[in-house]
T-cell receptor
């Protein structure tokens, strides 16, 4: 059973426009959410995160929104740049207890930003 | 700079052979993890460790084992490689109470 789902395998946007990547989760015990970016032949790199006590976190061009009631989060990239073209993974964790660093990942969304 | 390195980067092995993938980190992180990436599944947790002599099974641990004899290393062993274990393997580490994991560059393993 996939507890974290990214239902869009791919997304194509024009340079300068907004990219919106979506993620849904089913496990209500998740209380910390992360986005990772992955280029081919490289490991995932941490992009941005959000705690369940917040509904928005911003870092430069990247903003993550969390809707706990809908069990949904999204990553907004504004403005999109060709260098943002990569696979984006949504991940979730239960931050406390004995689960530090244990991440449950979505399937990934391939973002392509066209010049 | 501190880092996490995996070796080898690419490996081809035969069915039934024992294979060990190395992971070494210089951050002095207590937490270390092994994931595999497969199309349609994202990354799935194989094994993890929260310190020396501590190992735990993850979501897809069958056919794999790990050992933690020091802080820096968490080798992943495939006891008897199977074609279903053809995948890209990622090692990761995080701080004691940290949630953000830092990943190595991956090892592409092909079992023929």
């Amino acid at each position: 059973d996939q507890q974290v789902k990214q239902n869009s395998p791919s997304l194509s946007v024009q340079e300068g426009r907004i990219s919106i990547l979506n993620c849904d989760y089913t496990n209500s015990m998740f209380d910390y959410f992360l986005w990772y970016k992955k280029y081919p032949a490289e490991g995932p790199t941490f992009l941005i995160s959000i705690s369940s006590i917040k509904d928005k976190n911003e870092d430069g061009r990247f903003t993550v929104f969390l809707n706990k009631s809908a069990k949904h989060l999204s990553l907004h990239i504004v403005p999109s740049q060709p260098g943002d073209s990569a696979v984006y993974f949504c991940a979730a964790s239960t931050a406390g207890g004995t689960s530090y660093g244990k991440l449950t990942f979505g399937q990934g969304t391939i973002l392509t930003v066209h010049p | 700079d501190a880092e996490i390195t995996q070796s080898p980067r690419h490996k081809i092995t035969e069915t039934g052979r024992q294979v060990t993938l190395a992971c070494h980190q210089t951050w002095n992180h207590n937490n270390m993890f092994w994931y595999r990436q497969d199309l349609g599944h994202g990354l799935r947790l194989i094994h993890y460790s929260y310190g020396v002599q501590d190992t735990n099974k993850g979501e897809v641990s069958d056919g794999y084992s790990v050992s933690r004899s020091n802080t820096e290393d968490l080798p992943l062993t495939l006891e008897s490689a199977a074609s279903s274990q053809t995948s890209v393997y990622f090692c990761a580490s995080s701080e004691q109470e940290g949630t953000e994991a830092f990943f190595g560059q991956g090892t592409r393993l092909t079992v023929v």
